[in-house]
């Protein structure tokens, strides 16, 4: 089988060569920086590419964001911290001396008036900077090799990742209630800009899969109720899984941390049929999932804390996924990045012991 071939059978659960073979998330910079002091080989370039893995959905390059993006590049900055505005006109606060998440300052909008002027200025669907890139190029070649070919990446396509980048986390829930039809109208509206974008590419490139980017849940469950995920998320899920069926895409995949179960079945019954990265750390176990939700494939649920440890530790770690990986629709990967406690050494066997597992 092809690349795009094993792809689409291994999520459908139809009949497979074997699991691809992916190592697709990397790591933490201070992790990359760790290895370079153990004695990474500098012809290795990045964390994957040395096992010669599969090619996973090639990511076809546009604008589905802010057009023009917002990033301003450091605007305040002294011996610890630096300040900026993000793609989105986030304003965040930066650490510089380790890995750590953003402090968030401020979000571009706040009410209807911050709306409709950050609509106007970014957020026009019929941009043509949107599709001024080389996607037709690279579309052709991708086809031409067999390799799967996906709409949409983090964190320019999804519904509620986006609107809470535009709101912020606490306002975007609150506002759920207290400006329910302006949160509508976001989330419809980012919905319709990606469906216009899209419909200019599917005439001339072959797409396997749309992927949104949500990050909704976190370690003790989902940040928005079951209700109104049918509510403000279920019609724009449904209108891109009416998208997907029109041209033949096979595979709606959803990226979201933490503990999703509370929304699973939402996103089960509008279309999503691939969910990742199914963090063990907030209790997700893929051979539960597997049996509570057959209707979905999954991609992750190796806990990436074990390569921390040893040899043993990342032996028992595969030995857990391997019935999931019998059952199939599972393509087995990390649960997310590489943190900067696992050692050059650990990550090479996992790779390799990894690499056995699936390519047999």
């Known amino acids: 089988m092809n690349d795009r071939e094993r792809y689409i059978a291994a999520v459908l659960g139809q009949p497979v ?79 510089k001396h380790g890995e750590s998440m ?18 106007a200025a970014y957020l026009d ?12 190029a690279k ?34 829930l609150i506002a759920l ?11 419809d509206h980012i919905t319709t800009l990606y469906l216009i974008v899209w419909e200019q590419v599917v005439k001339e490139v072959r797409v396997d899969v749309i992927h949104l ?9 989902p940040l928005i109720s079951p209700k109104m995920w049918e509510e403000f998320l279920g019609p724009n899920y449904r209108r891109i899984k009416a998208f997907a069926v029109q041209h033949d895409i096979p595979v709606i995949s959803v990226d979201t941390d933490g503990q999703p179960e509370r929304i699973t ?32 494939a999954f991609s992750g649920a190796i806990d990436k804390r074990e390569l921390a440890k040893d040899r043993e530790a990342i032996d028992r770690e595969l030995e857990r996924i391997r019935p999931a990986i019998a059952r199939g629709k599972y393509i087995p990967e990390l649960d997310h ?14 790779a390799q012991a990894l690499k056995r597992l699936v390519v047999k």
Request: contains cysteine; proline residues 11%; glycine residues 8%.
């Open 17 to 95: 060569d074997r699991p691809p073979y992916y190592l697709s998330w990397g790591t933490w910079g201070t992790t990359w920086q760790r290895w370079q002091r153990e004695g990474k080989p500098p012809e290795i370039k990045d964390h994957r590419t040395f096992m010669n893995p599969d090619v996973p959905p090639q990511i076809l390059p546009m604008n589905t964001g802010p057009c023009p993006t917002l990033d301003t590049g450091p605007i305040e900055e002294d011996g610890d911290y630096v300040v900026f505005y993000d793609t989105w006109g986030i304003k965040r606060r930066n650490y």
């Open 102 to 119: 953003s402090e968030f300052l401020s979000f571009p909008i706040k009410n209807r008036a911050d709306w409709e002027a950050y609509k």
């Open 125 to 136: 669907p019929n941009d043509p900077r949107r599709l001024q890139t080389d996607w037709r």
């Open 139 to 172: 579309g052709r070649q991708w086809m031409e090799q067999g390799y799967p070919i996906q709409l949409g990446y983090y964190p320019d396509a999804g519904v509620f990742g986006p609107y809470r980048w535009l709101m912020g986390d606490e306002e975007g």
């Open 177 to 187: 209630r207290t400006m329910p039809d302006l949160a509508h109208e976001i989330m």
């Open 213 to 221: 980017w949500e990050d909704m849940c976190y370690v003790a469950g």
């Open 265 to 296: 079945p939402a996103m089960i019954r509008a279309g999503v049929n691939l969910l990742f990265p199914l963090e063990v750390a907030a209790g997700c176990d893929i051979n539960d999932w597997q049996r509570r939700f057959p209707e979905l």
């Open 337 to 350: 990045l590489i943190p900067d406690d696992v050692s050059w050494e650990n990550y090479c066997y996992f």
